[in-house]
């Protein structure tokens, strides 16, 4: 995947496509480059599972999956097994697992460090967003819990003159 993403046409196609969904001469007369080099580049993403393409009829319409580039990023987190007593909760979790940093911001409190990479940290238990602190969710059960850092990708640009 990585060596897809290498090339700057491709990374291209890929943001055009995140924002809006294309047809291949759309996409080529946006590149200002030829239908063949786009068309070439789309099959490269394609079989690399980072372009979804409709059909309607004859027509193709294709948008970006860049949900397969966030999952493929996974692949560099780290994963811990813990046994902990009923009624604990993540907080307590975590305090097991070195390098994790909390902080208290009033009444709750956040992961704000792991292994000294600062961030925000979001958390999810067996795949959902609680909406509680992560110091006030209770452990009932078997658990599945995931740290997301919030990553800051740009997604837009302005570059701002004043008269």
């Keep these: ?29 946006e590149l200002k480059i030829s239908v063949p080099v786009v068309a070439k580049h789309v099959k490269i993403l394609e079989e690399n599972e980072l372009l979804e393409r409709k059909k309607f009829g004859k ?18 987190s780290e994963s811990f097994e813990l046994t902990l007593p009923g009624g604990s909760n993540i907080l307590d979790a975590l305090k097991e697992v070195s390098g994790v940093k909390v902080e208290r911001i009033g009444d709750r409190e956040f992961v704000t460090s792991i292994d000294g990479e600062e961030g925000y940290y979001i958390y999810e238990v067996n795949g959902s967003a609680p909406n509680v602190s992560i110091n006030k969710f209770v ?11 919030l990553v800051l990708v740009k997604r837009k640009e302005m570059k701002i003159k004043i008269k």
């Design 59 to 76: 027509t193709h319409v294709l948008k970006a999956n860049l949900n397969k580039l966030y999952k493929a990023l996974d692949a560099f």
């Design 139 to 149: 452990l009932k059960k078997n658990a599945k819990v995931e740290l997301k850092k």
């Design 1 to 29: 995947m990585f060596k897809t993403l290498s090339s700057a046409t491709r990374r291209e196609i890929l943001k055009i496509l995140s924002k809006k969904e294309m047809h291949i001469s759309g996409l080529a007369r």
